[in-house]
């Protein structure tokens, strides 16, 4: 059967694609030879045709042409063999055949060579440049790279660009790919519907790409990628708001002529490949080559669903109207630290692409090598959740890093990313919704602030003193008015089944407090990434319950069953016990668990000689095993900043503790002797194929105890790594909260104590993790 391209073509040519050289042994092999290397084709027939195949003759001629004994069929056969291996095709017309290397070239990328050296010789590039680039350099190198050059235009900010309306390609050209100017550039190509490509052809390091398609539904914009690049740029965005501009500081221009034109050339040939009519996924991304090291690599950036330019700006609006429903999620198998719906290799596949110096949410994850590896500690970059780090501004802070946390490199991997997606999700970004009123007009469907705030009157008394004294986690806010109007956001009551309003202040990092000064902070209790939404529910809400119980614990230093680590028989844990010898330091767990009866304990170490260096790790979950693994992968987590003796916090109340009682001068932080270890059969555990069968279960422990869950998606579309808070007022958190409730109510319900702790006897170390 004759190939669908020769029975259409059947006047044409054919011969062998451009790029190919032709040699044959007699007797033995035709041998193609090609960029990519050598193929060899055995047999008569081939052997016999091969000559005739140069481009002169199309189907008809080679076969009457052919040699003795050599079949119309047999010429037919062997042509249709050829060119299903992609080696022979009709020849293009001689007035482009006369580029051979050209015809070549767009042969290998999968391209007419006679529709694409027609279209580069004729359509119109427009080079445009912003700030000290040349505009003119641009069109000279596209002029010398066969294409049609526009008027070069210098952009000066502040203009509308006057695009040439017979342009099909603009390609400009910066310094900074946040510079002045590119925002009207922008607007200009949206307008037109024109397709532009982005380039930084200064700097040691070249920047080339994306081409924005401003005519496509559902690409990206440079609003999308300028929201990406400034995640990373905040210590420039401080500067320009020190310096009180709004666009970033032109660098001074960093380049010798063999790279200038090296840069020059790269982008157009990027031009010449886009008129040329090749398309690639690639041509969506930023590419950088950097020419000290010629390492190169490209930096993918999706559309931003919500964005205000180019995607809908009410999305985080709408969405936070819409209740928060719950799906099956079958539990994936993972023996690591939890029960997820994905494992943790498939949460890197899916979301690797989020690390990135330049596009990405995280910039890189970088293991902490203080300490011994078996800690498996991963940092991943600046943690929003540190008081006044978010997007306003820059503030050194305790925990100024993400972090992540695992029994193996991969696990601890996952966590460093999906911490810092969680922070940076959680982050104000502007387009939340908000509600504007007071508590008092709201109070129908708001949640009163001082149930999550959880302020004793006594502290709203001390608090001027106190906030100069402790850390900025520890900060007291001033005593709430209910009739202040300010801004609230809402969430979805699992437990009422409707939507609750808190104030947005203690919902999104760093959100503005608004008019009236409001000084409301949000803290990260209760938020959570996970595999799925229900994932991240229920992470959010164990971890509400773990800083519940360590604050019943804490505050009222009261003395707790030791955890039987032999009972459990973990050989990871076992393996920990052995490293943490081999450093000089010991290591126990308590039983912390509370009266909802979820596994909750701490992992307690110290030096065995010399200074103590008391350090703590916490850990709860539904399954008594999981539970003990958190608390000494997180102890593992926190550990470097101590095991080099540097305690490298900066935080005051972790500095008063480490020069504080230490283990031996603080019973509380020992085994209580007269209580039996506990193994895992002493926990109630059930357990359950579903996540969200766990979400479940959570909620109704809650209700019986009259507490109400409430969840926030804060879930950002472009990212889609599911993410949400989770508050449950009155539940306790680490900070010191000393208002009435169960901080003094619990502990003499579980029997730990006779009475409540009198106020001034509450522990005067402030928990600092």
Known sequence: MEPTSLRHDSELALGFKPGLRIETVPGEAVYVFSEDGVTALRGSHVEALAPFLNGTRNLDSLQRCAPAGLSPDAVTAVVAGLTEAGLLGPHPAVSVSASVPAAAYWEAAGISPETAI??????????????????????????????????????????????????????????DYLAAGLTEIDAAHRDA???????????????????????????PCWHCLAHRLRIHRRGDLHAQQALGRSEPVERPSVTIPPLTGTAMNMIALE?????????????????????????????????????????????????????VELHSRPKAADGGAGHRSHTPQEMMERYEHLVSPVTGIVKELTEDLRGPTEFQCFRS????????????????????????????????????????????????????????GSYTALAEQAVHPDTCLLIDERQYNEREQWNIEHGAFQYLCAPFDPDTEL?????????????????????????????????????SNGNAAGSSL??????????????????????????????????????????????????????????????????????????????????????????????????????????????????????????RWWAGPGAV??????????????????????????????????????ARQDLEMLVLDQTRPDIELPVVKVVVPGLRGLWARFAPGRLFDVPVELGRRSAPTPYDELNPFPMFL
């Open 118 to 175: 027609s279209a580069t010789a004729t359509a119109e590039v427009q080079p445009i440049a912003v700030g000290q680039v040349d505009a003119t350099a641009m069109g000279d190198s596209l002029t010398a790279a066969g294409l049609n050059s526009g008027r070069p235009l210098q952009h000066h900010p502040g203009t509308h660009p006057p695009l040439s309306t017979s342009a099909e390609l603009s390609v400009v050209l910066c310094t």
């Open 193 to 219: 519907e024109r397709p532009w490509l982005l380039a930084r052809p200064t700097g040691a390091r070249l920047w080339l790409g994306p081409i924005f398609q401003p005519e496509a539904t559902g690409t």
């Open 271 to 323: 031009a010449a490949k886009w008129i040329a009519g090749y398309r690639n996924e690639q041509q969506g991304a930023v590419w950088t080559l950097d020419s000290r090291t010629r390492e190169s690599h490209h930096h993918e950036f999706p559309a931003r669903p919500q964005c205000p330019s180019c995607g809908d700006p009410a999305f985080m609006r709408a969405r936070a109207h819409r209740p």
């Open 381 to 436: 970059g600046p943690n929003m959740a540190a008081t006044g780090t978010g997007y306003s501004g820059l503030r050194a802070a305790l925990r100024s890093e993400n972090s992540g946390k695992g029994t193996s490199p991969l696990h601890a991997r996952v966590s460093a990313l999906c911490e810092a997606v969680e922070r940076h999700s959680g982050t104000f970004h502007g387009d939340e919704e908000r509600i504007r």
């Open 487 to 523: 801004n609230w956001s809402p969430l979805w009551s699992l437990t009422e089944q409707r939507h609750r309003l808190l104030p947005t202040g203690m919902l999104y990092f760093g959100a503005p407090g608004g008019p009236g000064g409001v000084d409301l902070r949000a803290d």
């Open 534 to 655: 229900e994932d991240a529910i229920l992470q959010g809400s164990l971890e509400l319950i773990e800083r519940d119980a360590v604050a019943l614990w804490w505050y009222n230093r009261t003395r707790q069953p030791e955890v039987d680590l032999a009972a459990f028989a973990d050989p990871w844990v076992e393996r920990m016990r052995t490293v943490y010898a081999g450093i000089g330091r010991e290591f126990w767990v308590l039983d912390l668990t509370s009266d909802l009866g979820v596994p909750a304990m701490a992992a307690v170490t110290r030096n065995t000689e010399g200074n103590e260096d008391v350090m703590f790790g916490f850990g709860c979950h539904l399954d008594p095993r999981v539970a003990l693994r958190r608390a000494v992968a997180e102890m593992n987590q926190l550990m470097p900043v101590i095991v080099d003796g540097v305690h490298g916090w900066g935080d005051p109340d972790a500095a």
């Open 665 to 702: 001068g603080a019973d509380y932080l020992r085994p209580a002797p007269e209580q039996r270890p506990l193994g895992p059969g002493d926990y109630a555990y059930t357990p359950r194929t579903d996540v969200t069968a766990d979400v479940l279960a959570l909620r109704d422990l809650f």
